[in-house]
């Protein structure tokens, strides 16, 4: 009886161990589950052994079954000497597996310490890397560790390593997929590997104490960075573990952080130095050639260079001029009509970082360069191109120092520009006041208006010119005058009296008595085939239509054309304006004529000119002008009488008040033109 009251009390006892361990957590046994299986079923035999010894002693077995010693095999054999065997096994598995280590807990609490510590006191990536390297392998009891940093390609290249020599360290120096450092980046989580497949992907790997068997890689700021530690014997990984690798993530995320600030900080002063320095550079040359050289030679000499190229937009064959700034580096400034097909790479779509911006940045990794768009505030278009052999150097400060050299580019050429336009204004107000003093002096109305048009040619606005009167039931237009800087070409569709009706833009402009833009560009602005073969030369691509208004009735149009793109050709504005003041003196200058023919002295309207001729008494006394500096009194006078018509037929809204300024203007220089005939010498 006794002795089945030893086997209850171990039926009960392992029935109870099997319950708390079927109820426990797996995390809390090996990693692998194998140690907890084997003690559940050691357990379960010695229960199993328990209740045959139950069974046979009651009883409840055959007799025969008792003789043959069966009940005591599975009683004391299997049930006793096997469950304790797995039971035990499976603790020791538990407690070790075999040399496993683990690390303690008062270890944890001192690395973190010195964690803290380190990165209070470092400054530098190095000595903090060292420092950590230093304690992250005591406290994990790793062979090695690596940090690994993204590249600009999209790769991993190490950054630092402990633990491998000079001769181990190439064998992760540049990892590629699958391997765990790249896998714990793609994931974004902690990757263990422990199989050769998975560690030893990208070729063999081994610290100085032998071939690596696991490695533990972490990722840090978004996969930006993986810290991996590599361990040449079997280790198991537990909270402790855990706990100190994420304090060293965190540890490594603040001080790259930290570092990173640093960084920029040290980069926008250099930034602002360099920028100082290239705007002094501008102002002390002028021209473009020349600060540019200068500023190329200060950049090449912070951020080598292997080409640099500066390509301006405009009109004319393609030049190109080569400076070499420093050995090794080369300027090259290319301008002209840029074609696309020729410079493919200027046209390609920006980017979404680039949007929006002044200057606009992108990289060109076919060429190994990186390109800056620009625009100058007259609307000239240039790039900056910065080419490099060393990929690596393609970061933020090359793309600060184009965006600074961009701005300083766009600032000169809006100083060119100007002076440009400067001359060029007093080109046209030249050619104007030319045809004024020929308009007074000249008898022959046909001749002057050829002379006109040859003028426009003559100008460099347009390479074509045609004036045209309509007749006095406006349904033909007449030409007056043609003049193009190409051989003409006998062409049969130009006629010299052109239907109305088949002319619609002229049409349209004599009707609205608004200049009308043409060209090729946009659909609404196309000219008809059938206008375009009566009164334009072939291979015209755009061109203005400018309505010859007198009294306030339209009563023909200037015509010029162009043979160039509308991306080659000069500002519209520009044109417009010279064409306007061209057809404003045809009107003065067809006005005066009428009036000369008219009559007399009388004076109809007020933007009529008065040809007063008084009768001198003999041997009067009145002083008197030649007619040559009444000529060049009257041109300047014409100029001012057409200038304010042109006001009042192009702005009908205009204000009272400057309007009676306008009046006034008219009025004296009205008055001024009779006085310089009155003087006038017989």
Known sequence: MEIIQQRLIWLLGTVSLLVVLSRMPSHNFAKSKISLFKIKLGLSLILFGAMAGIAGRLGIIDQ?????????????????????????????????????????????????????????????????????????????????????????????????????????????????????????????????SDTPE?????????????????????????????????????????????????????????????????????????????????????????????????????????????EMNLYIGGDGPVQSFDFEVMPGSLLRITMGHLAKAQFPFLFLSQ????????????????????????????????????????????GQVPSDLLSILCDQV????????????????????????????????????????????????????????????????????????LAQLRPAEPQPQNRHCIPLEQTPLHKKALIEKATVIFGKDEPERIMSGDEARLLLPDGTQRGMIVPIILKGNAIGALTAGDFRDSDRADSDSINELFLANIAGLISLMLMWRKEKRVAGSGREGQKRLKVVRPEVKAGSTEPRFAPGVRSRINGPLAGILASCEYLKDSCPGIDQHVGRYLQVIEKNAERIHEITLGLTEK
Request: glycine share 10%.
């Open 198 to 306: 998975e560690i030893h992907a990208n070729g063999l790997i081994a610290t100085a104490n032998g071939p690596v068997t696991k490695c533990i890689s972490i990722p840090l700021n978004n996969g930006s960075a993986v810290l991996t530690a590599y361990y040449s014997k079997s280790h198991g990984f537990g909270d402790t573990e855990f706990g100190i690798i994420n304090n060293t993530v965190n540890a490594l995320a603040a001080f790259i952080r930290r570092d990173a600030a640093g960084r920029d900080h040290e980069r926008r002063q250099h930034v602002a130095e360099l920028q100082a320095s290239l705007s002094e550079i501008f102002r002390a040359n002028s021209g473009l050639y020349s600060p540019l050289i200068i500023s190329s030679r200060l950049i090449a000499r912070n951020l080598p260079f292997s």
């Open 410 to 481: 766009a600032l000169r050429l809006d100083q060119e520009d100007a002076l440009e336009q400067n001359g060029r204004f007093i080109q046209l107000l030249g050619a104007v006041q030319h045809l004024q003093e020929k308009a007074l002096v000249e008898e022959n109305a046909e001749a002057i208006l050829r002379e006109t048009a040859q003028v426009v040619v003559d100008a460099g606005i347009f390479p074509f010119c045609r004036i045209t009167i309509c007749n006095p039931g406006k349904s033909e237009l007449k030409t007056a005058a």
């Open 351 to 394: 980017d979404a970082s680039g949007s929006g911006d002044t200057v606009k940045m992108r990289a060109i990794p076919s060429r190994a360069s990186l390109l800056a768009s620009g625009n100058s505030a007259m609307g000239k278009c240039f790039w900056i191109e910065a080419g490099f052999s060393d990929s690596c150097l393609m």
């Open 64 to 192: 025969a079954i008792l003789r043959s010693g069966l009940i005591y095999y599975l009683e004391n054999i299997i049930g006793c000497l096997g469950g304790w065997c797995l039971v035990l096994w499976g603790i020791i598995e538990w407690a070790g597996e075999g040399s496993v280590t683990s690390v303690s807990a008062s270890r944890s609490r001192t690395f973190a310490e010195k964690l803290a510590q380190a990165v209070i006191e470092e400054q530098s990536a190095v000595p903090f890397l060292s420092r950590i390297a230093k304690y992250l392998s005591m406290a994990l009891d790793c062979d090695g560790l690596s940090l690994h940093v993204r590249k600009r390609n999209g790769g991993f290249g190490l950054q630092f390593e402990h633990g491998f020599g000079p001769d181990f360290a190439k064998s992760i120096e540049n990892p590629t997929p699958p391997g765990p450092i790249t896998s714990a980046a793609v994931l974004g989580e902690t990757v263990v």
